[in-house]
């Protein structure tokens, strides 16, 4: 490592990007007759004699890289991502500090918005304590205790998508990418130290970024506010404007690694006992939609793509991690970020990539550094779904759903104001009080 005034330099060191070029003979023949090295998968040859030609220079570095198998790495990122909904920076929703005074239970039809748009409305109504979120007196209506929790977590895991994939990929080009082989008389633990790859299905991951595009979601689970304290109005988090992270294999195989579908209620988790460390927040399990080659096989396609950038192969976000002393430079993150999203960063955005930027390259180093992904099982994966979402009263949800019509139309004239929203709804909780008895 050189120094520098602003302290010490990392540099990245890129995996191979494709198989094109013979390490030995420099020759271009195409990709299928280009072999890996199956030790490290650092260098391509074409034949067994350029590779018996390459081997005193390659075994100086040759199985010294720590292939990691992505299949058994993503629910650590799952858990680092789901780690920064519960970041103290984080500003709290306004439905976790205000009571919920309607009935938005499983199987409530979707109301239509002031913008034209539907999704599941949740009416905000007067401010609750910090210890009252998630019990009775925060949503005094809900179905069970099983809902009343599962729409908690799906409200603490809003937003902030774009910051959340910057975030984890920043942190593997940090901590796993400017890793190198160095000789035992530099290194200062006085052994070789290690260098770090991802691979899927042996395939060495030749890039990763973030892609911005929509998310397929029914209006039933999309979510949206109505504050009847200020009698706004705002959007939950929106499914077309939306991130997910990608990985692409040096033989073109892409993946994708998407945290932030839980809020829509796609509820795919995996157990997060065997991923945590001191560094992260204790979770119980974290959301991860993981489309590997299987399912990108039989599942039908959720994402439409605008556009996508590369964070390995990024020169200034290359230069943004170089000084790990000083953090990350944010001008460099904040562009990346505003030119992906077509949109300025808001200070909230950028300050919570710092932060858990720094948990999270803390808690890669010291999973790299032990090996700890050596001895994690198959991902366990789940499904969270409560019983009594099954459950649907059609008399009820059809009542909220002409209630909420007729709301609607009232809001779009003009002539709905606090007062006669609040006794309206009022009297529509009485009614459907009296028809439950």
Known sequence: MSQDPKGPFRKVYLPLEKLERCHACSKTP?????????????????????????????????????????ERYYPFLACMADAFHFNMNKPLHPAMTHAIVNSPNPGSHPTGLPDGSAANLLLLGDPILPTETGTEKWWPSAMTP??????????????????????????????????????????????????????????????????????????????????????????????????????????????????????????????????????????????????????????????????????????????????PLDGLDMALVGFFMKTLAGRTMSRTELDLVRKCNNVNCAALAINLERRAWANWPEPP????????????????????FEYTTKWRSKNKKGTADKDSLVVAFREFEAQRAQRND
Request: glycine share 6%; hydrophobic share 35%; aromatic share 10%.
């Open 30 to 70: 195409k990709s299928p007759t280009l072999k890996l090295c199956a030790a490290c998968g650092e260098r391509s040859y074409c034949s067994a004699t350029c590779q018996k030609k390459d081997w005193p220079s390659h075994k100086v570095i040759c199985g010294k890289t720590d292939r990691i198998d992505l």
């Open 146 to 323: 099983n809902v009343r929790g599962k729409l908690l977590r799906r409200i603490v895991r809003e937003g902030y998508t774009l910051a959340v994939a910057t975030s984890i990929c920043l942190a593997l080009l940090a901590e796993m990418y400017t890793t190198t082989f160095v000789s035992a008389a530099d290194s200062p633990h006085g052994e070789i130290e290690r260098r770090s790859r991802l691979t899927y299905k042996s395939s060495p991951i030749a890039d990763f970024g973030v892609v911005a595009g929509s998310a397929d979601v029914k209006n039933q689970d999309k979510l949206a506010y109505f504050s009847l304290s200020d009698m706004s109005f705002f959007r939950g988090q929106d499914p077309d404007d939306h991130y997910w992270i990608y990985f692409t294999t040096i033989r073109g195989e892409e993946i994708l690694l998407d945290c932030a579908m839980f809020t829509f209620n796609m509820c795919i988790m995996v157990n997060a006992g065997p991923y945590l460390c001191n560094d992260l927040p204790y979770i119980d399990a974290a959301p991860a939609f993981f489309r590997e080659r299987v399912i990108g096989r039989h599942a039908p396609d959720l994402y439409t793509e605008r556009r996508r950038m590369s964070v390995l192969r990024n020169d200034d976000l290359n230069r943004a991690v170089a000084y």
């Open 381 to 400: 994966l789940g499904i969270e779904g409560d019983p009594e979402e099954r459950v649907c009263d059609p008399e009820a949800s059809d009542a909220w």
